[in-house]
């Protein structure tokens, strides 16, 4: 079965410091990758997702993330965070299985807890 | 207001006690799914949909019953076989019937204890 790691438990940094924050994951195939955010008393929501081509992507509030295939890496980054930017990050990875897919069957990893200080 | 909603936030019940977990989206979404969060173990997949009357377990199903009538619905019952329920659970759905290349979408969650 796949998994999903990330390293990163909890991470603090102050304002207008850079955020990088690592995920891999262990499947030899074709994945679809994500990262969701959970601020404090908020849903889980979508922050950027990659499907295929440019492996760097964009995603909302300046985030963006990039695949690198041959480490089974997805790591977020941002240039310059925000206070508004602490919450939890989970990387989470959708598998092609054979036969042209299935279920979108996600896995998660532990998240990052992201502290911003002012 | 297109969305899913999870009621209610907060519950409270009795070890030994069944308890119903409900589930709804109005986004016309084919797919829909029950996650578990515990502290330091991300989501875990409980329960999946791709289709009115049709589930299939995820990882961690045991002592979880699950029903889809109706394509909005998709609610979840802990059974007293759970052995550890206390925690927050996830809904979340997608749009096609659970293709791989999907976008989950999730709820507000609901937060389970027994006590």
Sequence with gaps: AQSVSQHNHHVILSEAASLELGCNYSYGGTVNLFWYV?????????LLKYFS??????????FEAEFIKSKFSFNLRKPSVQW?????????????????GTASKLTFGTGTRLQVTL | DGGITQSPKYLFRKEGQNVTLSCEQNLNHDAMYWYRQDPGQGLRLIYYSQIVNDF?????????????EKKESFPLTVTSAQKNPTAFYLCASSSRSGSYTDTQYFGPGTRLTVL
């Design chain 1, 38 to 46: 959970q601020y404090p008393g908020q849903h889980l929501q979508l």
């Design chain 2, 56 to 68: 299939q377990k995820g990882d961690i199903a045991e002592g979880y019953s699950v029903s889809r």
């Design chain 1, 53 to 62: 081509g440019d492996p760097l992507v964009k995603g909302i509030k300046g």
């Design chain 1, 84 to 100: 508004s930017d602490t919450a939890e990050y989970f990387c989470a990875v959708n598998p092609q299985w054979g036969g042209g």
